[in-house]
């Protein structure tokens, strides 16, 4: 039985600081501040933080991913 890949990973820093962000297997873009996540996350559909895909975080970040899901408000995060 194979297990099924995460639908988004966000990889670790690069040496400027970006993260590669890959949602359902492609490239999304760079984000370098998690509205940069929350943005590719709206731009492949997901609007509400509750029914986002579980994200693979891969060198930490999840903490703030939990709060996100916890009921921040993702327009209040963007503007």
Sequence with gaps: ???EQPRVVVYLPDDQGGR?????GEISGMAYAMKDVIEF???A???DAEKWPPIEW??????LELA???GWRLGRLLS
């Design 1 to 3: 039985m194979s297990e």
């Design 58 to 63: 891969r060198g930490g970040g999840r903490g």
């Design 41 to 43: 996350l709206r731009r």
């Design 68 to 70: 996100l899901r916890r």
């Design 20 to 24: 590669r962000v890959r949602i359902d």
């Design 45 to 47: 559909g997901w609007l």
